[in-house]
Nanobody, 124 residues
Framework: QVQLVESGGGLVQAGGSRRLSCAAS????????MGWFRQAPGKEREFVAAISWTGGSTYYANSVKGRFTISRDNAKNTMYLQMNDLKPEDTAIYCC?????????????????WGQGTQVTVSS
């Protein structure tokens, strides 16, 4: 099973940018579709973005489309989430996830391995 560790979270002003990283160990991420989810206090976990194992397909939640970019570097065994034009409503714990290549989707059930998360706080 792949182990995932997120980094890059922190405090940022509205309109600012942040890049999150998801470093994998144990197995190569080239064997997985990857995704980002987030959870704000008192809210359900929410899908943010997903990228296929080749990097050839991506999918975004409407709330982040045009502002966030998901990418991966299989050689570095790392996935990224570039977040631009951040808004206070983007404040959440961001978690990365890995799922089997046979299941391309955006639901939590499409992913089997999860990181612990990194906090992103956007101030107004």
């Amino acid at each position: 099973q792949v182990q995932l560790v997120e980094s890059g979270g922190g405090l940022v002003q509205a309109g600012g940018s942040r890049r999150l990283s998801c470093a994998a160990s144990g197995r190569t991420i080239s064997s997985y579709n990857m995704g980002w989810f987030r959870q704000a206090p008192g809210k359900e976990r929410e899908f943010v973005a997903a990228i296929s194992w080749t990097g050839g397909s991506t999918y975004y939640a409407n709330s982040v489309k045009g502002r966030f970019t998901i990418s991966r570097d299989n050689a570095k065994n790392t996935m990224y989430l570039q977040m631009n034009d951040l808004k206070p409503e983007d404040t959440a714990i961001y978690c990365c996830a890995a799922g089997p290549t046979s299941r391309w989707g955006y639901r939590p059930s499409d992913f089997g391995s999860w990181g612990q998360g990194t906090q992103v706080t956007v101030s107004s």
